[in-house]
């Protein structure tokens, strides 16, 4: 038992308990009082059973059985020489084993510790209710597997979502009978000698235990959860890699303002804007005059004079535009000096940057929604007969022991369906802004695929681009909805089924690529913020010498000495060096400086073409670490 622990009342399990339960190693307790309303339930469904009266789960078969009556004794004991397989216990608690031991069929790789901890914790959560007619004595034992770490082996498919997760629920319940398998202190092994080693026994089931154990939707609803933990985090990463990208694009901010989400407030859309805006606060970038911004040259040995510009991988440029070129835009030349460099004259930003709050807001309010079908699931009952011991004026047993459909997943699939269609938006709208800050044609004078490339030889960050694309690609085509393609089972009783297991898994899985796609934008945008920030900086240093004909030097399209023209042009120089000059150093947001310093400890700035493969992975593994998490 970990000295970190949550007390289970079966009604206040939040997902953040879960999470600490699941992820960060906490042991749970049970609550006294609830525990017996437990026992109340247990003892109702006894003395039914000794009254005689049938009962689904518990004196009959199950799904297309359940018109089976369960007798005073085995036929198969009538056998002339008797029963060669007769097992121990009674038919009632044959029936309740065999549910467990036939049903533990899934197939697949096991789920990760994480997963079956929280399969553990909502399982235990929702027993304790007291309305599935479990015994005290098996909540604790099953509290016991989950304080003792012993981690049953899970596989990762085979659940319908209804009767809930049967097939994983009875993996799950299986090692408290001594059968199975489970880790434990990380071997697996066969779950009776995982049990020995925690010191802990196998029990054997009494009335409807095996269908409180394993009729529910803890699979389905653990993964869930862990998916949007996850998701939750990522949507933060989500919006700092837009805010490194608009740093690095120079970009405009008037999409983000406030007054302008106050006209559409969706939720999630006003919270992606504020936030974006939090995380560039402090930039020097963002909304810069379009003419202070040079665009990109190849290095050449006449580039720069100083020792301390020669050390730069890149040259700088604007155009020249002359007076008898801007007639009909008289007005944007009195306010914006004539020089066309890396910023495009235009007031608005492609849509993978303006567009970014409306998008990822939208992510946002999929998530918000799915959290709130999770937490209502969190503290609900999900198995199948309900008990209800205190309805003292049920005329029969009908009105105490109520088969329902709570087990049935939809909820949660749908929820999910929804999230799993975000999911691939979120991810395309970063590769879209990775791919624009590769492109020369939209990288607003950034070098093309953000490498100097003066030679020939160098790819840069072409390739990275390939990456996100194949993620994209992917996390699209798995997007379809599980929920909306039903296989009927167990002969038409159960004739129509949720897959709200198979959409959780998947949602959980594409968290990874999305993370993926978000760390090769920060990747790159960090590149791009570097050759930003070094272009404008060596731009202000030059200016910053008062030579205005070193930075004509740098400016195309000029007029010859003895141009009409050439006195204005000169006139213009002087006040972009003037310009430059009295400007502070540009740097990016306070926040995202935070984020390209930590992401720099790990990954210098690629001058050159390198190999890439450890670069891609450390950022990959930098997101995927939380590294971000108060970014």
Same mark, same amino acid.
């Given at each position: 038992?970990?000295?970190?622990?949550?007390?289970?009342?079966?009604?206040?399990?939040?997902?953040?308990?879960?999470?600490?339960?699941?992820?960060?190693?906490?042991?749970?307790?049970?609550?006294?009082?609830?525990?017996?309303?437990?026992?109340?339930?247990?003892?109702?469904?006894?003395?039914?059973?000794?009254?005689?009266?049938?009962?689904?789960?518990?004196?009959?078969?199950?799904?297309?059985?359940?018109?089976? !009556?369960?007798?005073?004794?085995? @036929?198969?004991?009538? *056998?002339? /020489? =008797?029963?060669?397989?007769?097992?121990? #216990?009674?038919? %009632?608690?044959?029936?309740?084993?065999?549910?467990?031991?036939?049903?533990?069929?899934?197939?697949?790789?096991?789920?990760?510790?994480?997963?079956?901890?929280?399969?553990?914790?909502?399982?235990?959560?929702?027993?304790?209710?007291?309305?599935?007619?479990?015994?005290?004595?098996?909540?604790?034992?099953?509290?016991?597997?989950?304080?003792?770490?012993?981690?049953?082996?899970?596989?990762?498919?085979?659940?319908?979502?209804?009767?809930?997760? !049967?097939?994983?629920?009875?993996? @799950?319940?299986?090692? *408290?009978? /001594? =059968?199975?398998?489970?880790?434990?202190? #990380?071997?697996? %092994?066969?779950?009776?000698?995982?049990?020995?080693?925690?010191?802990?026994?196998?029990?054997?089931?009494?009335?409807?235990?095996?269908?409180?154990?394993?009729?529910?939707?803890?699979?389905?609803?653990?993964?869930?959860?862990?998916?949007?933990?996850?998701?939750?985090?990522?949507?933060?990463?989500?919006?700092?890699?837009?805010?490194?990208?608009?740093?690095?694009?120079?970009?405009?901010?008037?999409?983000?303002?406030?007054?302008?989400?106050? !006209?559409?407030?969706?939720?999630?859309?006003?919270?992606?804007?504020?936030?974006?805006?939090?995380?560039?606060?402090?930039?020097?970038?963002?909304?810069?005059?379009?003419?202070?911004?040079?665009?990109?040259?190849?290095?050449?040995?006449?580039?720069?004079?100083?020792?301390?510009?020669?050390?730069?991988?890149?040259?700088?440029?604007?155009?020249?535009?002359?007076?008898?070129?801007?007639?009909?835009?008289?007005?944007?030349?009195?306010?914006?000096?004539?020089?066309?460099?890396?910023?495009?004259?235009?007031?608005?930003?492609?849509?993978?940057?303006?567009?970014?709050?409306?998008?990822?807001?939208?992510?946002?309010?999929?998530?918000?929604?799915?959290?709130?079908?999770?937490?209502?699931?969190?503290?609900?009952?999900?198995?199948?007969?309900?008990?209800?011991?205190?309805?003292?004026?049920?005329?029969?047993?009908?009105?105490?022991?109520?088969?329902?459909?709570?087990?049935?997943?939809?909820?949660?699939?749908?929820?999910?369906?929804?999230?799993?269609?975000?999911?691939?938006?979120?991810?395309?709208?970063?590769?879209?802004?990775?791919?624009?800050?590769?492109?020369?044609?939209?990288?607003?004078?950034?070098?093309?695929?953000?490498?100097?490339?003066?030679?020939?030889?160098?790819?840069?960050?072409?390739?990275?681009?390939?990456?996100?694309?194949?993620?994209?690609?992917?996390?699209?085509?798995?997007?379809?909805?599980?929920?909306?393609?039903?296989?009927?089972?167990?002969?038409?009783?159960?004739?129509?089924?949720?897959?709200?297991?198979?959409?959780?898994?998947?949602?959980?899985?594409?968290?990874?690529?999305?993370?993926?796609?978000?760390?090769?934008?920060?990747?790159?945008?960090?590149?791009?913020?570097?050759?930003?920030?070094?272009?404008?900086?060596?731009?202000?240093?030059?200016?910053?010498?008062?030579?205005?004909?070193?930075?004509?030097?740098?400016?195309?399209?000029?007029?010859?000495?003895?141009?009409?023209?050439?006195?204005?042009?000169?006139?213009?120089?002087?006040?972009?060096?003037?310009?430059?000059?009295?400007?502070?150093?540009?740097?990016?947001?306070?926040?995202?400086?935070?984020?390209?310093?930590?992401?720099?400890?790990?990954?210098?700035?690629?001058?050159?073409?390198?190999?890439?493969?450890?670069?891609?992975?450390?950022?990959?593994?930098?997101?995927?670490?939380?590294?971000?998490?108060?970014?």
């Amino acid at each position: 038992m970990t000295a970190n622990s949550i007390l289970l009342d079966g009604n206040s399990l939040s997902r953040q308990q879960l999470i600490a339960v699941a992820r960060r190693g906490y042991g749970v307790r049970l609550d006294a009082e609830q525990l017996k309303r437990v026992q109340r339930a247990a003892d109702f469904l006894a003395e039914k059973v000794s009254c005689g009266e049938p009962t689904y789960g518990v004196t009959t078969g199950f799904g297309s059985n359940a018109d089976k !009556l369960l007798g005073a004794y085995r @036929l198969r004991d009538k *056998l002339p /020489g =008797g029963n060669p397989h007769k097992p121990e #216990g009674t038919l %009632l608690e044959e029936l309740q084993h065999n549910l467990i031991t036939t049903h533990a069929v899934c197939v697949g790789k096991p789920f990760s510790a994480e997963v079956v901890r929280a399969m553990l914790v909502i399982r235990i959560n929702t027993l304790m209710r007291g309305h599935s007619g479990i015994r005290v004595e098996t909540l604790e034992a099953l509290t016991a597997l989950l304080n003792h770490d012993v981690i049953p082996v899970v596989p990762e498919k085979g659940s319908v979502g209804a009767s809930g997760d !049967l097939a994983p629920l009875s993996h @799950l319940a299986i090692v *408290l009978l /001594g =059968g199975g398998e489970a880790f434990y202190k #990380g071997e697996r %092994l066969p779950g009776a000698e995982a049990l020995k080693r925690a010191g802990l026994q196998p029990i054997r089931l009494s009335f409807k235990e095996g269908l409180a154990l394993n009729n529910g939707t803890a699979q389905m609803l653990a993964t869930a959860v862990l998916a949007l933990d996850t998701l939750e985090y990522l949507l933060d990463v989500a919006d700092l890699a837009a805010s490194m990208t608009l740093d690095a694009f120079a970009g405009r901010s008037g999409a983000l303002r406030p007054e302008v989400h106050a !006209l559409r407030p969706h939720p999630g859309q006003v919270q992606a804007a504020d936030h974006v805006r939090d995380l560039l606060s402090g930039s020097t970038l963002v909304d810069i005059p379009y003419h202070l911004v040079p665009r990109f040259r190849p290095w050449s040995v006449e580039a720069w004079s100083t020792p301390q510009d020669q050390a730069l991988s890149f040259d700088i440029g604007w155009d020249w535009v002359p007076a008898d070129q801007r007639h009909g835009r008289e007005a944007f030349y009195n306010r914006f000096l004539p020089f066309k460099g890396g910023k495009k004259h235009q007031p608005q930003d492609a849509y993978c940057l303006r567009c970014m709050p409306q998008v990822h807001g939208a992510v946002r309010d999929a998530w918000a929604q799915a959290c709130r079908v999770i937490d209502i699931e969190l503290n609900a009952v999900t198995d199948n007969p309900l008990i209800f011991p205190d309805n003292n004026d049920a005329t029969h047993i009908e009105e105490q022991v109520i088969s329902a459909g709570h087990f049935h997943g939809m909820p949660l699939a749908l929820s999910m369906s929804y999230v799993k269609a975000a999911i691939p938006v979120l991810a395309s709208i970063s590769e879209r802004r990775l791919n624009k800050l590769v492109d020369p044609a939209t990288s607003d004078g950034l070098p093309a695929f953000l490498t100097g490339n003066e030679d020939g030889t160098d790819s840069g960050f072409m390739i990275v681009q390939y990456t996100a694309a194949a993620l994209v690609n992917d996390l699209a085509t798995r997007a379809h909805p599980a929920s909306v393609y039903s296989v009927p089972t167990s002969a038409n009783a159960e004739d129509h089924v949720s897959m709200g297991a198979n959409e959780a898994r998947h949602v959980l899985e594409m968290t990874e690529d999305l993370s993926h796609v978000l760390a090769l934008e920060l990747y790159t945008a960090a590149q791009a913020l570097d050759y930003r920030q070094e272009m404008l900086n060596a731009a202000r240093r030059l200016a910053a010498r008062g030579d205005w004909q070193a930075l004509a030097s740098k400016i195309s399209n000029a007029p010859r000495e003895d141009h009409p023209h050439y006195a204005q042009f000169v006139e213009e120089v002087k006040q972009l060096t003037a310009a430059l000059a009295e400007v502070g150093d540009f740097h990016a947001g306070t926040s995202v400086r935070k984020a390209y310093e930590s992401l720099r400890e790990r990954i210098s700035f690629m001058h050159r073409d390198r190999a890439m493969d450890g670069d891609v992975r450390s950022v990959c593994e930098w997101v995927q670490q939380r590294a971000l998490a108060n970014g």
